[in-house]
């Protein structure tokens, strides 16, 4: 969780952002400080793949964040944000933004879309299902709703935005079989493979305290930054997150042969997100060497 958000309230002091404090973990690179300002030290047009989850304004229990700010305030800080985003972008770079919403604010992250039509194209729109009913049997996990008036909310948006709207997209590298084998022949497709479609079914791992969250509020999982790095499809991509909480989109950076940039304003889920994003790169290098160990 990074970023520093304008006061709720003329009374309430804007705290003082910390020191910018820079870290590199291989070629990676993690700030600890202000996502805004640590953007506008970035160089312009430099990266390919920006995959982020912001603070959603719902009262989440960040370290050092208060996550329930007056609604103008907050949009007006996320176009702030995303204005450096927009800037930082390459001409041809994906911004995959992750916004929940709740059943008390259930138009904020369309306010916010409708905010950012000044910056981006909203290019796809992706529903991230992270639990589905079929049948009588329920897939994936879900945190329940105590009301009477609510639906448990079993998903989240994932925001594609680019800067025209004209961006090519490795479809097939996050795609699926095909359920109708005899579709492959028959429509002269090349491989059994189909586009997956803007419904992402991607639970969570089973966990069992918030240790196993890294006691951050927010996290998401690794496959969700990974498969949107494989479907903006560039080799060897810049990934940025500039809301970087415990590091999960770095990690995602690291398999998918990316070089990670990541900012956070807390200490301490910095220090997180460096051990994650070594072990990552020490598995990725076991990884490798045990596959020239197979080719000897």
């Given at each position: 969780m990074t970023g520093r958000p304008r006061a709720a309230q003329a009374s309430v002091p804007t705290p003082r952002p910390p020191r910018t404090v820079r870290y590199t973990e291989g070629p990676h690179l993690l700030v600890r400080?202000?996502?805004?300002?640590?953007?506008?030290?970035?160089?312009?047009?430099s990266v390919d793949v920006v995959v982020t989850s912001p603070p959603y304004n719902i009262g989440l229990k960040y370290r050092t964040y208060r996550d329930r700010l007056e609604e103008d305030g907050y949009l007006d800080w996320m176009v702030e944000v995303a204005a450096e985003v927009r800037r930082v972008m390459r001409p041809d770079g994906s911004f995959f933004l992750n916004v929940a919403g709740s059943s008390a604010q259930p138009w904020l992250p369309f306010e916010l879309m409708v905010r950012l039509r000044e910056l981006f194209v909203l290019q796809n729109h992706i529903s991230w299902v992270k639990s589905i009913s079929v049948g009588v049997d329920t897939h994936g996990h879900f945190k329940p709703v105590n009301s009477h008036r609510y639906l448990n909310r079993n998903h989240e948006h994932l925001f594609h935005l680019t800067l025209k709207g004209e961006?090519?997209?490795?479809?097939?590298?996050?795609?699926?079989?095909?359920?109708?084998?005899?579709?492959?022949?028959r429509r002269g497709h090349r491989q059994d493979r189909r586009c997956r479609g803007d419904t992402w079914f991607i639970p969570y791992e089973t966990v069992q305290g918030r240790a196993q969250k890294f006691h951050h509020p927010g996290t998401f999982p690794v496959l969700l930054p990974q498969m949107c790095i494989r479907l903006h499809g560039k080799s060897a991509p810049v990934v940025l997150d500039p809301f970087m909480g415990t590091g999960t989109t770095l990690v995602a950076a690291v398999r998918e042969g990316g070089r990670g940039i990541g900012i956070d304003l807390d200490t301490i889920y910095v220090n997180v997100a460096r051990e994650r994003v070594r072990q990552a790169m020490q598995a990725?290098?076991?990884?490798?060497?045990?596959?020239d160990d197979r080719n000897v």
């Open positions: 400080g202000d996502c805004v300002r640590a953007m506008r030290r970035m160089e312009a047009a961006v090519g997209l490795k479809r097939l590298d996050i795609g699926v079989p095909y359920k109708d084998k005899s579709n492959i022949v990725q290098a076991a990884g490798a060497a045990g596959t």
